[in-house]
């Protein structure tokens, strides 16, 4: 009940109380007709009136003060359950928050994508997860712990050596690629499409400043790094990685944008929730790199190990062979990445 409310209802009550005497009163006036009858009652109404006016009223004051003492309190318990409500809410809130801080990227960006749903960048996210979801349900290796070994920014001299220790332990990986227009670059994707691998798209120049300079740039970007692929390989790629990965701080462009293009070209992107490190530098030490890999293998399902096969990164080959067995003998399948796996994608820092 609202406050004003309760002014009516106090205002009712002698409202009602004087309406019944002048109904009284015109009762008598119309009804009788009888002259004899109105002195009398006239008269016990003057004999008693003032101290039945004055209980009335009285009566009346004391009602009047404890419904408006029970309405407040009423209302004011309502409040307090409302705030509770809030409060409570707002705890659930904080408390859901930082229980998604501890997980990984993925969840994270559940979270973030069911969050906001009122911007169009976030409502494309909210799209894009259901698309995850039916990934899951065409999942073709269902209850199979996997793991995908993905490389960047290859091919180089060393890709043709990574692809030899993969042949021989008999996996399949992935490969986001740049473009190297290099005779031995270009036989080492075809090799990758014939064994069985999966090749996809890193960027043409991998130049932060070109890549990300507008949207226009960005589109072009993917376009026609996906035709170069598709003119060496026959085989055309909607398989995407952002360089820096979509949550990197240095695109000029709106990242939203980005991941609506790509959803509405027909293209997946994939970040990743393992780190080998190979990235920090050069001649990372490969002992390094193989605990950074197996040391970030837990309870979860899918694990997306971030590695790379640019020329430099020597010692990520050497680490090759024992990351691929810490992995099996984990119970995990090494798997490439298909259009039924679970994409990992990253909370993003920028837009
Ligand atoms: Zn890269």
Redesign the pocket.
Known sequence: MKREDVKDYKKNIPDNNAGKNDVAEGDIRHSSGKKYKRPVRRKKQNIKSPLIIGLIFSALVLLVIVCSFGIDKVMNGNADSASADVVKKETDNASGDSQHESETSEEISKEDETKDETTIEETTQVQSTTAVNTSDDKDEYPGVKKVYLTF??GPSSITSDILDVLDCYGVKATF?T?CNTSESAIQNMQRIVNSGHTIAI??VS?KYSTVYASLDSFKKDVLDMQQFIYENTGYKTFFY?F??GSSNTIAQCDIGECIQFLDEAGFEYFDWNVESGDATGNMIPKDTIVNNVLSSLGDRDEYMVLM?DAEPKKTTLEALPEIIEGIQSRGYQILPVTENTKPVHHRRKNN
């Open positions: 960047d920014d986001f740049v890193h960027s991998h990685r360089p820096g790379h």
